[in-house]
């Protein structure tokens, strides 16, 4: 099912697969559900409605495309309708200086377009964009408790960060912005959410609201899907200096770098002085984080380049890395420079289409959520 304006496109083409499902998982059982999934996917994309973004801070680097950017263009060109949110509310929950927004999104809309997000296919839109979706926000907010946001592992992680910064106290912005992420996902029954196990929290949020919702509103059928999570297939990137790679933790190869950026990045990486190169994720995780980005960009496993490069250190296997990621990412970086000297117009015209779209899709589902609601007048 392709991409469409009318309204019918508020709900998946069909509907969502139904099953008994208890109220909280486990990263493993989110595990095990997803590997069902890819199978249900590949038989069946027109079945599923994929909602994920990101928060614009910064040009896309190279956790992003390996994290989720890539599994984002394989779902879209498996035939799965996919909605990408540009989540520019998302970046004044934690600070209050967003940047420059305008030219952060045009990065960010560069990055997706470039790594094979085709606008014919699949939404790009931004939060601020579509009003009837920010709305979902009160009475979802209606549906959980103080409590229940307080216990949020993500929120309680992001609020610690934000301290660091040397922010005194969360805003409640940051505190209520998984229920915001439900009504991103539900505004239009996105119902997989392709994510890092660090939001797996937040997707039980979204499934609480649908739930309650539904069984406030909407008892006899349920207005809402409970979305499902989508964990497999995604690595988890590690900047040089060895944490998690992050825009904020300045350890990031952003995509749009030059071969010589790229090149240097990596001489930069944290390493050990262990000649002998084996891939042992716990023991070694810089190894280990390089051998899976050498693997993954010339299509091996990481376990067979360790094997390859044998007692020929550190500096070797940065070098046949960073040889990797530089002919990996160029035709990325060939599209992106291309889509970046075409001018502002094209980047402008996808964008305001994704937010034509998510708009008619918000604006039908606002309308039938006050009909539910008794809130029609
Ligand atoms: N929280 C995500 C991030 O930090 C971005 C995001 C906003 C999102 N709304 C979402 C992701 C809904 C998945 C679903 O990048």
Redesign the pocket.
Known sequence: MSVTTTPEATTPPSGTPREPRSTTRSAAAARERSAVLESRIAQNPGEYRV?????PTGALHLGHLLGTVENRVRLQNLGVEVFL?V?DY?VITDRDDAGDLPATVREVLLDYLAAGVDPERSTVFTHSAVPALNQLLLPFLSLVTVAELERNPTVKAEAAVAAERGRRGSSGLLFTYPVH?AA??LFCHGNL?P?GED?LPHLETTRMVARRFNQRYSAAQPYFPEPDALIARSLTILGNDGAKMSKSRGNALELRASADETVAYFKRARTDPDRVITYEPDRRPEIANLLQIGAHFTGTAPETLADEMGSAGAGRLKDIVSEAVVEGLRPLRARRRELASAGPRYLAEVLATGNARANAIADRTLDEVRDLMGMRY
């Open positions: 909602l994920t973004g990101d928060r949110i989540a998302q992420q991103d996902i959410v994510v939001q």
